[in-house]
């Protein structure tokens, strides 16, 4: 009986061990052929994270300038002077929605029209739909408003376990922004300009769109690729989750009442219980 038992018990053992190897193997052999985009720092990762105003103005003059040229970003002009965004002033949101073109309309005779673009407008799409915008460009840019929060990656295990947990490295949220820096930097092969190693399957219909110089920064921030990825991330992620600042501070505020309120049950239980003997 014992023996059986035993005997049970050892083959349930040696089978779970024969999983877990197989698994870390084909965990290891999807890493080879599609590796994981590295880890960065960002501002705004952690419980007190915050995001870079600077660095989010930065990130939507590259928006501007280069991806707006294929990628629609779905958000309100007005967004961008909100507290905990870009905050640009309420003149320069003016003057930057007026710089676009809108189509309205129709107007009393059914027809139409073009206006300057007011605050309240959507940031307009450069292509009329995604049909035109694939038979231009060999397949349809994503929408850029949700992607920094839509693209994740696989992380195995245990990192996923660790990622949602409080602790060293740990509450790892920014997959989204570190694979769009990672698309950035993906192309490594001078031969074929459609080549990533980041995007799955390799073979991606945008060709490298940012190199070092390309956008000038005011500022003083050194102009290269590397700082553009970041930037331009960045604001991306604000993008996708413009409310992030007022989140994580509450939820430190919650944190702290909970621990303050776990303080006075202590002190009431023991005050209670304190003259029943134990
Ligand atoms: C010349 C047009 C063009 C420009 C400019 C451009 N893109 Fe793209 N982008 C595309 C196309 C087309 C795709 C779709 C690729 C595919 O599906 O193979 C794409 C895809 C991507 C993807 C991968 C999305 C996914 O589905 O995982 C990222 C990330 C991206 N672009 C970021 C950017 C950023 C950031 C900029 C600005 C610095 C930019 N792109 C500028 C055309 C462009």
Redesign the pocket.
Known sequence: MTFAKTLTKVIGAATLLAGVVALSNLTARAEEEQPNPTRQQWTFAGAFGKYDKAQLQRGFK??KE??????ELHIPIRTLAQPGGPELSVDEVKALAASYTVKDGPNSSGEMFDRPGRPSDYFPAPFANPEA??AA??????D?SL?AKA?KYERGFPAFVFDALPVPGGMYQELGPD??YA??HGYEKDEDP?WNAY??GH?????K??TDGQVDYTDGTPATLDQ??KD??SF?YWAAEPTLEDRKSLGVKVMIFLLVLSCLMYFTKRTIWSDVAH
């Not at 280069?66 to 990628?71: E, I, P, Q």
């Not at 460009?137 to 994503?142: I, Q, V, Y």
Request: aromatic share 10%; proline share 11%; hydrophobic share 55%.
């Open positions: 590259i928006y280069v991806c707006s040229n294929c990628h915008a694939a460009l060999g397949s349809a840019p994503p850029m992607l693209r694979y769009i698309i950035l459609n995007f799955p073979k991606i219909a945008m060709a769109p940012l553009y990825a331009v991330a991306l």
